[in-house]
């Protein structure tokens, strides 16, 4: 009998990664964390740069036209340190609201396919929310705000200095029909630039892409706004939106909770029974001797 094909014919996955935000995207938005952090940035613009006016409006707008507040301030002209602003926004959160999450930490092991953190936050807060879930060990990596921006900030994309993805280096980025812009390519022509590298802009995504080296065309993008998402949907990413049970334009998937991976993506699962099986065909019976 020949066993020569039993391990060959092995079908590929159609996808090798799984690309994580994490606010409101690995917890849930009633959390009530996100919105500590809304508080925590406007005490910011009015303690630290003495904004007075119109701040819950002003911080909106920021927001809607830069990707996030801090991008949107720097763009306008406010000087502040990167890392008193995360201290100050970040650093006074009441993690302890969340509570860890062996649901989603089975889920997460149960699939042996790399799993990216992607995120616009500081990496000390991306700790702090995974430790708080109990998801630390779930993923390979992070990619979080001191990825995205150096300090130099003289070539991002060539700026290897993440050290949670050693040796990684640029990646081409597949056509989409559309040309590649950089952080205010949504912003209105005559609006500031901002310095700071973030979501939902698409050098953010080239510079993920390069750092972890992803391939987007295999990959599984999941976050909680719609803007990231259709931008990710450009760049050749399979996109699902957390939070939402509706899908829309840029969404390939929607799912009212993270809990709900395997009930919305079976195949994912099902790729991987099917991989063992082909290289697993027959379980080999094992005689035991019978003594009389």
């Keep these: 009998m020949e066993y020569g094909d039993r391990y060959q014919h092995v079908p590929k996955p159609k996808f090798d990664c799984l690309l994580f935000d994490v606010d409101d995207t690995l917890y849930p938005l009633h959390s009530g964390l996100s919105g500590e952090v809304t508080k925590n940035i406007i005490e910011f613009m009015v303690n630290k740069l003495g904004i ?55 889920l997460l092991h149960s699939l042996p396919i790399r799993k990216v953190i992607f995120s616009n936050s500081n990496e000390e807060h991306v700790a702090n929310v995974l430790g708080k879930l109990g998801l630390e060990d779930c993923f390979e990596g992070v990619i979080s705000f001191e990825t995205l921006n150096s300090i130099k900030k003289t070539d991002l994309l060539d700026d290897e200095n993440d050290a949670n993805f050693k040796g990684s280096k640029r990646s081409t980025i597949p056509s989409t029909g559309t040309d590649v812009v950089n952080s205010s390519s949504e912003i209105k022509a005559e609006s500031p630039k901002t310095p700071v590298v973030c979501k939902p802009f698409e050098d953010s995504f080239e510079k993920a892409f390069a750092t972890a080296q992803i391939d987007p065309q295999r990959t599984l993008f999941f976050d909680d706004s719609i803007r990231n998402l259709q931008t990710g949907k450009r760049m050749g990413l399979h996109t699902i939106w957390v939070g939402s049970s509706h899908k829309t334009e840029g969404v390939d998937y929607a799912l009212e909770s993270i809990h709900n991976i395997r009930e919305a993506l079976p195949e994912l699962w099902e790729s991987i029974e099917r991989a063992e099986e082909v290289a697993y065909p027959e379980k080999v019976a094992i005689e035991t001797p019978v003594r009389a």
Excluded: C, Q, W
Aim: glycine share 10%; proline share 5%; aromatic share 14%.
């Design 52 to 106: 007075k006016d119109n701040v819950l409006e002003l911080n909106g707008k920021l927001y809607k036209d830069y990707g996030t507040t801090m991008a949107g301030l720097k763009a306008i002209g406010y000087d502040f340190d990167y890392d008193d602003y995360h201290s100050f926004v970040h650093g006074r959160l009441p993690y302890e609201i969340l509570k860890p999450d062996p649901v989603l930490k089975n």
